[in-house]
């Protein structure tokens, strides 16, 4: 029988569960049928849409424990991070939206305040929730409200600094606030680092061989599981011989500590939550979970666990459905080994996403020289400038929404120093059905104010793997090279270059100068296409380097009539932004419109969709330019009234 058929003829007890109030009434018998149907029911749901169906599997009897012990929302449940937040969402009212989830219009793939009063923080980034759990907590504290705050955290989340933080601060205020640690050793990847393996030898001291049992009894008796994981489970004790008393690491920072416990027995979650909530301060709940539960194609994943599928897959084998396509990720992790394999100082430094970010192929060939810090990027960037000033290059490669937590340390412990070290920005731009926290569009922005720092925009396989060894090959500064999700787009040649800009289409009239910015390339080529039908002569060009401004972006815009930049990031403090500034400094008076993405919090759905909405597609952005170069006046622009003698090359921002 499929998972499909199951969910249809078996997932009746589901079907009654409206909010928190319908799991607290059942038994411990229909909990067992209700954990199996929640898990049916994400696989045959998120199979369709794509989502972050491993993290979820394996925190089922969790999230059914804590709202049988709390009541939400007066209690107030926070997921770190938010993608572990699909079952709290299903007990809490929200089943049928999952036909639409990460669509346009449908559920968000984490908690969102828009959705339900369930959720408090739309929280999609590592390592924060804990904060938020003690500002709420002193809140109520100082409101004399008794209102019980749950914090989940990961341990691959508490690998990143600001859980320490928050945890430091949590015991030195002593309220009542209840930490769970989920514990599966794993983030995306499995968990490294010190307080990876403490957590691990947690897992070997004699009390968690009672959970291993537990476990090994529950893996026997489900058909998707069975003996062979229980024996990946076990495996983590073979060679260990020392245990050590579970609850020293977290009471020496003061904090009481209950565990471990099963947190597939939702008995023994609720028991320990029990005991926390009347304890009357701040206590840690270990709880040891299997990410991917009771899903076969899960549990063999040994890359994630299938952590987060991009799109539909098939129910049987956990296989995407879409055919295999070279995506970005790609062609940079196999241009990173080719420039391993030339220099011995290349170096890769990634935080808790070796596989997501491509730095997985290097870490395979050159382990020794490939490191994986956590989700901790303040230190990946830092760590990184310290390599720097030992003689190597490192290669950090992280999402683009995600390096903007460590912006202090690119700004003064990295550019300050003039150390070389490429930060790789994958994910960037509008990247579609993770929503506006997973977006990509702050970096140029952002990063775009460092003095010193380099920023290359590729449009293509081939100025990728260029840029990208252009990159590396800087020796007195910061660079970065960003580029979007999804399937790379085709090759497009230039026709010419001059200096670092590659010129893509060109006429006989220079009526307009259309500077796209890196992916955006092919968009260019389709606006000029549109725009010479009117009558006008468009320059398409791709900047390649977007920052500093090159000098001859510059004096290509002198000799056109109007310049439009196009661009997948913010206007504000965007290319298009640091380009006027160069045309000013300059005495350039050609007008500039610049099209970029509105600094605001868009709402998820497809990167086209999204794009369609901003304007940003080539009908769009054609008709706005046809529209602006009609009301000019038509006195064309003497390319000789500036010569590269008088422009006044920028200097790095």
């Not at 003064?412 to 579609?432: E, N, Q, S, Y």
Request: aromatic fraction near 6%; charge should be negative; proline fraction near 6%.
């Amino acid at each position: 029988m499929s998972v499909e058929e199951d969910t249809a003829n078996q997932g009746r007890l589901l079907a009654t569960v409206h909010g928190p109030q319908d799991v607290k009434r059942m038994s411990a018998s229909e909990l067992d049928i209700l954990s199996a149907e929640i898990r049916d029911f994400l696989v045959a749901k998120v199979s369709r849409t794509g989502g972050h169906i491993g993290p979820n599997l394996g925190v089922v009897e969790l999230t059914l424990a804590m709202h049988r012990v709390f009541d939400s929302p007066r209690d107030r449940l926070l997921f770190d991070t938010g993608h572990q937040a699909y079952v709290h969402k299903i007990i809490t009212g929200r089943q049928e939206g999952f036909d639409q989830l990460r669509q346009r219009g449908g559920l968000s793939g984490y908690p969102s305040r828009a959705e339900s009063d369930h959720d408090i923080i739309e929280n999609s980034h590592a390592s924060t929730a804990l904060s938020y759990a003690d500002g709420l907590a002193k809140a109520y504290a100082l409101r004399g409200e008794a209102r019980s705050v749950v914090a989940v955290v990961g341990d691959g989340a508490l690998t990143g600094g600001m859980c320490w933080e928050a945890l430091n601060n949590i015991a030195a205020a002593g309220n009542p606030l209840v930490i769970v640690v989920n514990d599966n050793g794993r983030s995306y990847a499995p968990t490294i680092g010190g307080l990876a393996d403490h957590l691990s030898t947690l897992r070997l001291n004699p009390g968690y061989e009672k959970v291993l049992d537990t476990v090994k009894d529950a893996l026997g008796s489900t058909p998707l599981v069975g003996k062979p994981m229980y024996e990946v489970l076990h495996a983590v004790k073979k060679g260990i011989k020392d245990a050590v008393a579970p609850q020293a690491m977290f009471e020496d920072l003061g904090i009481k500590y209950v565990g471990p416990v099963d947190g597939h027995d939702v008995a023994a979650v609720e028991t320990a939550l029990r005991a926390a909530k009347n304890f009357g301060g701040p206590v840690i709940v270990h709880a040891v979970t299997r990410k991917g539960y009771g899903y076969r194609p899960a549990e063999e994943d040994e890359a994630d666990c299938l952590h987060g599928p991009g799109g539909a897959f098939d129910v049987e084998t956990g296989q995407l459905v879409a055919a295999p396509s070279v995506k970005w990720t790609h062609v940079f992790a196999d241009e990173l080994v080719a420039i391993a394999d030339e220099r011995p100082d290349v170096v890769g430094i990634t935080a808790a996403m070796a596989e997501p970010t491509g730095i997985a192929k290097l870490a395979r060939k050159y382990p020794e020289r490939t490191y994986d810090v956590g989700i901790a990027e303040q230190h990946a960037a830092t760590s990184a400038a310290g390599l720097a000033l030992g003689g190597l290059h490192p290669v950090v490669a992280v999402y683009a929404t995600f390096l903007n937590r460590a912006f202090d340390q690119v700004l003064l412990d990295v550019a300050m120093h003039k150390l070389p070290v490429t930060f790789v920005l994958d994910r960037a731009g509008i990247t579609g059905p993770d929503g506006p926290s997973h977006y990509g569009i702050w970096d140029m922005s952002v990063f775009g104010v460092v003095p010193g720092l380099r920023m290359a925009a590729p449009r293509d396989a081939a100025t990728l793997r260029e840029e990208l060894r252009e990159a590396v090959a800087v020796d007195d500064g910061p660079t970065v090279l960003r580029y979007p999700s999804g399937a790379v787009a085709a090759d497009l040649p230039a026709i010419r270059r001059i200096g670092t800009v590659d010129v893509l289409a060109e006429s006989a009239r220079t009526d307009v100068l259309l500077v796209a910015v890196g992916a955006f390339g092919q968009l260019g080529m389709e606006v000029a296409a549109r725009v010479a039908e009117q009558g006008y002569g468009v320059t398409v060009v791709d900047p390649r380097w977007v920052r500093p401004v090159p000098a001859e972006l510059v004096e290509l815009a002198a000799g056109h009539r109007l310049v439009v930049t196009v661009e997948d990031g913010v206007r504000l403090g965007g290319v298009g932004d640091a380009l006027a500034q160069a045309m000013r400094d300059a005495g350039v008076q050609v007008p500039l419109r610049d099209l970029g993405v509105p600094a605001d919090w868009h709402p998820h759905g497809t990167r086209a969709q999204i794009l369609a909405d901003l304007g940003l597609t080539a009908q769009d952005v054609a008709r706005d330019v046809t529209g602006w170069i009609s009301r000019l006046e038509t006195t064309p622009v003497d390319p000789a009234r500036l010569t590269s003698e008088s422009t006044p090359t920028p200097s790095a921002n």
